[in-house]
């Protein structure tokens, strides 16, 4: 696939399906790729919703379980997928981020073959993974994404991510930790990063804390505490390692040599001047 005048456009030179949303701002020069689940009943119901003015709501795609694409906003327009967000340092992310959005119903009650979505569709549990979401303590079922799904999703991201140089890929849940799960844990949201903007082994990113900041021992609220807690304004982070929005740091003296590691939420550091050591 190929990027073409703010179009996607698959490998027959041809531009993917096109439904014009009018929920849509000013221009865009994105930095990040966003991915959602549209937790609905079909790609057609959720296009359908994208479109209606009163929704309020768009995404640059929407991607059907059968991998179909639909583009309702070009690339270079802003499009309203994030809603309430922020992430390191920068406040509204539909400003800053192109938005994918996957026919997904996303958290399922029940079990034991009987699940069930909130619209009240059922799924036996070849459909379904049991896991419990990084911000949350209960384990419950995720409907999967289909191999189909996947595969378009990958191809139109090398696309975006080639065309505008994007600098990161985020979930939903990254920008809104408070109040949204997706694209939640049925989606493989690391190795979908690490496949579109992986680093080299010997490369880390350099940040420094935007406020004071509490340092975990694990990537969660609900991990305890590290000695040292919260962390001055302006201390120095080496991140090596993601687990969605939460990065697993070395905290650094004032002569750049580690003190302490532990783990940060992402929304709470920037960039440091110069970001890779």
């Known amino acids: 696939m190929r990027v073409k005048n703010h179009k996607l456009h698959a490998d027959s030179g041809d531009a993917v399906a096109t439904v014009r949303s009018p929920n849509r701002g000013g221009a865009l020069k994105a930095r990040y790729l966003v991915m959602h689940y549209t937790a609905g009943g079909s ?14 709501a768009s995404a640059h795609l929407v991607i059907g379980r059968d991998g179909a694409i639909t583009q309702l906003v070009p690339f270079n327009r802003v499009a309203w997928h994030a809603g309430r967000s922020r992430w390191q340092g920068l406040i509204g992310m539909n400003r800053h981020s192109i938005g994918i959005e996957l026919d997904n119903a996303g958290p399922l009650d029940g079990g034991d073959g009987q699940w069930r979505s909130w619209f009240g569709r059922t799924y036996t549990d070849d459909d379904v993974i049991v896991a419990t979401h990084r911000f949350e303590e209960i384990e419950r ?19 975006i991510v080639s065309h505008y140089g994007l600098i990161e890929v985020l979930g939903h849940d990254d920008i809104a930790p408070e109040r949204k799960l997706d694209p939640g844990p049925a989606f493989p ?3 979908f990063r690490s496949h579109l903007v992986g680093r080299a082994d010997d490369e ?3 940040f420094e804390t935007a406020a004071g900041l509490n340092i975990r021992e694990g990537p969660g609220v609900q991990f305890a505490k590290i000695a040292g807690s919260p962390l001055a304004k302006g201390t120095r982070l080496r991140s090596e390692l993601r687990d969605g929005s939460w990065h697993f740091v070395e905290v650094l003296d004032k ?6 590691t532990g783990w940060v939420h992402g929304n709470f550091i920037a960039p440091a001047p110069s970001v890779v050591v």
């Not at 999967?144 to 991201?157: C, G, H, K, P, W």
């Not at 002569?255 to 302490?260: A, I, L, S, Y």
């Open 43 to 56: 790609a057609e119901s959720s296009i359908r919703h994208l479109t209606k003015k009163e929704s309020k």
């Open 141 to 159: 079922g995720w409907l999967r994404y289909s191999e189909a799904q996947l595969t378009a999703v990958l191809e139109a991201s090398e696309a």
């Open 189 to 191: 949201m690391e190795n």
């Open 204 to 206: 880390f990113e350099l």
């Open 255 to 260: 002569n750049g040599d580690p003190e302490t």
